[in-house]
């Protein structure tokens, strides 16, 4: 619970969450009722109002509640299309990791053609080097573009929705982070960390698994948007913060 816990007491500072008074009420109950001496009642006073106040939260939150919670409790964090594992890295992937499905390049403005989102340039790199689009579905609209810069190793992948996983990282417990891209809340992941692309079936593809570098993670208007390459969190907003 300590990965959670901490994720959790960041995540409380960028919302505004009123107190649940049934919760509230049920646990004061418990503790008017329970034995010992003071010490253990403050202990269990403060583990009893932890634990709701992270009900609460991921209940609030992390919609639906019953699914965030089971997956908040199973080392995993939903945020703006991407899942999240806070699990310890076992076995980071090796080899050439293959691409999402049906990936190809295409030109800036024929993908804008194809997907039914905007694709927002970054004013701070200028026009991408290359533009991929991946994974369509039947009427021939894509699900992912990626814009790419500094020969590859600088990507800005784009998608539509919020809850659907689309990439699925694992953070390594303490990686991610809490910031801001404008007024949207950000997630950081400093360093390198395992990658997998989720497909529209919700199966995570395992053979696209690869090392990605670090990372931030936003949505805006309903689309997510996941900038990697070698930066800083502060260049990494500097570049999302001019997004046109």
Sequence with gaps: MDDLERELRDLSAWLAIPEPPQVTA???ARLAAAP???RVVRRRRWRYALAAALAALLLAVLPP???ALADAMAGLLRFAGVTISTSPVRTPPTGVPSPPPAQRSAALDEAQRSVRFPIR???ALGPPEQTLLADPDGTGRYRVVTLLYRAGTLRLDTFEGRLDPVFFKQAGGSGAQW??????????????HPVSYVDRDGVVRQES?????????????????????ELTMAEAVTIAATLE
């Design 26 to 28: 049920q646990v004061r």
């Design 36 to 38: 010992g001496d003071r």
């Design 65 to 67: 509640g019953r699914a």
């Design 121 to 123: 340039i970054p004013a």
């Design 179 to 192: 910031t801001q891209v404008g007024a949207a809340q950000a997630i950081w992941i400093a360093g390198p």
């Design 209 to 229: 698994a690869r090392l990605a570098a670090a990372t931030l993670i936003w949505e805006h208007a309903e689309v997510t948007y996941r900038l990697e390459g």
